[in-house]
């Protein structure tokens, strides 16, 4: 069974930082992707970064590009989003997500078939 485990999110002032972390169990296959979504109130859920398990190509929301960084760890079940320079329009519920074969990151979110219970991210101005 696939579990995805988020971790690292909370409160910070606009420009601040943080680093989320979703660990997977049941999932590692190099022809995976894994990412983060993200839902704020009132508003639909949109991809924010997505990273192809192994072979490590990523792709970003055009919102997030040159703030936001998802990486791999070294055993290639643990992804991270490093986020900079945070705005308050980035505050949204964060989802790990995983799926079996390609990756993106503008589409249906639905087409990720396994999501983790979220971490809340708030930046105040």
């Known amino acids: 069974q696939v579990q995805l485990v988020e971790s690292g999110g909370g409160s910070v002032q606009s420009v601040g930082s943080l680093r989320l972390s979703c660990a997977a169990s049941?999932?590692?296959?190099?022809?995976?992707?894994m990412g983060w979504f993200r839902q704020a109130p009132g508003k639909e859920r949109e991809g924010v970064a997505v990273?192809?398990?192994?072979?490590?190509?990523?792709d970003y929301a055009d919102s997030v590009k040159g703030r936001f960084t998802i990486s791999q760890g070294n055993t290639k079940d643990t992804v991270y989003l490093q986020m900079n320079s945070l705005k308050p329009e980035d505050t949204a519920m964060y989802y790990c997500?995983?799926?079996?074969?390609?990756?993106?990151?503008?589409?249906?979110?639905?087409?990720?078939?396994?999501w983790g219970q979220g971490t809340q991210v708030t930046v105040s101005s």
């Open positions: 990273i192809a398990i192994g072979v490590g190509t990523t």
């Open positions: 997500v995983a799926r079996r074969g390609y990756c993106f990151v503008r589409g249906d979110p639905k087409l990720y078939n396994y």
């Open positions: 049941g999932f590692f296959d190099i022809n995976n992707c």
